[in-house]
Nanobody, 121 residues
């Protein structure tokens, strides 16, 4: 079992910045990739950014050039630096991890509880 805990959400004015963190904990797993998804009220959950353990990244078109995903493999932590925030970025942001379970030799996917990001205009 893997637990993901997000932090860093809050209220910020348009044009401002926030940095989210997500730490994975547990035992007998290796992270393949981690990422961030978000869900705004009345909207479907969408992928924001992902990063592999090797550092390859992908971003949703809506956040390219504004958000940066990074990771600390030793700490099993992923970050999302969000700059030039817009009201449409308002959502609950969820951390996601795809891991290799060393105990069962299978990959598994886990989700955090989410952290609220609110951007005011």
């Amino acid at each position: 079992q893997v637990q993901l805990v997000e932090s860093g959400g809050g209220l910020v004015q348009a044009g401002g910045s926030l940095k989210l963190s997500c730490a994975a904990s547990g035992r007998l797993f290796r992270i393949n990739s981690m990422g961030w998804h978000r869900q705004a009220p009345g909207k479907q959950r969408e992928l924001v950014a992902t990063i592999t353990s090797g550092g390859s990244t992908d971003y949703a078109d809506s956040v390219k050039g504004r958000f940066t995903i990074s990771r600390d493999n030793a700490k099993k932590t992923v970050y999302l630096q969000m700059n030039s925030l817009k009201p449409e970025d308002t959502a609950v942001y969820y951390c996601n991890a795809d891991v290799w379970r060393l105990d069962i030799l299978r990959s598994s996917n886990y989700w955090g509880q989410g952290t609220q990001v609110t951007v005011s205009s």
